[in-house]
């Protein structure tokens, strides 16, 4: 069965602290998206990727950054955590159609 | 960013009877609509996809119905069971990106 795997469930880190949010797929899939969702607001894209070492900043790029080294691997960088950005993270990757998405991580900035 | 709304923000069924979900979008452009299913604490799984050159597609126990005429989306789930309340939000868009509504949250009442 094909899975994108986001690394934490929940994770609660505090103001200022440098969080990394890591996401991993198994289907060789070349585009990969990070999201956030909040109550009310639906899927906010952050940044997305088409290819290794490609980023594009999605709706609400402001204090996110991203890394794709490998193919498999996006990962969403916090430079510095803020209580606004308690939420929860969504990875999803895609081929040609329709995303499949990890469990999310809940994450809560205190 | 495109415009995808949802009719509804809850619905509350009872179990055994049908229920109807509705999407609007706004993009004339977008050729590929896709309905996903969230339960909570969970990422959104995918329930059934149709193409802009299609205007009903079935699946098991669930059919997408799509008009192009007023850009409206709908998700139809026969008989209704309890396993079936969750949050069911539209995807809508083009190529490799898609544009996400806010959600209906889908009680199924015994």
């Known amino acids: 069965d094909v899975k994108v795997t986001q690394s934490s469930r929940y994770l609660v880190k505090r103001t200022g602290e440098k969080v990394f949010l890591e996401c991993v797929q198994d289907?060789?899939?070349?585009?990969m998206f990070w999201y956030r969702q909040d109550p009310g607001l639906g899927l906010r894209l952050i940044y997305f990727s088409y290819d290794v070492k490609m980023k594009e900043k999605g709706d609400i790029p402001e204090g996110y950054s991203v890394s794709r080294e490998k193919k498999e691997r996006f990962s969403l960088i916090l430079e510095s955590a803020s209580t606004n950005q308690t939420s929860m993270y969504l990875c999803?990757?895609?081929?040609?159609?329709?995303?499949?998405f990890g469990s999310g991580t809940r994450l809560t900035v205190v | 960013g495109e415009s995808v709304g949802l009719h509804l923000p809850t619905l509350s069924v009872q179990e055994g009877d049908n229920s109807i979900i509705n999407c609007a979008y706004s993009?004339?452009?977008?050729?590929?609509f896709i309905w996903y299913k969230q339960e909570s604490g969970k990422g959104p799984q995918f329930i059934i996809d149709?193409?802009?050159?299609?205007d009903k597609r079935q699946g098991q126990r669930v059919t997408v119905l799509l008009n192009k005429t007023v850009k409206h989306l709908s998700l139809q789930i026969a008989a209704t069971q309890p396993g079936d309340s969750a949050v069911y939000f539209c995807a809508e868009g083009t190529g490799n990106q898609f544009y996400f509504g806010t959600g209906t949250s889908l009680t199924v009442i015994p």
């Open positions: 289907m060789d899939h070349e585009n």
């Open positions: 993009n004339s452009a977008s050729d590929y």
């Open positions: 999803a990757s895609s081929f040609l159609g329709g995303y499949t």
């Open positions: 149709i193409r802009s050159n299609m």
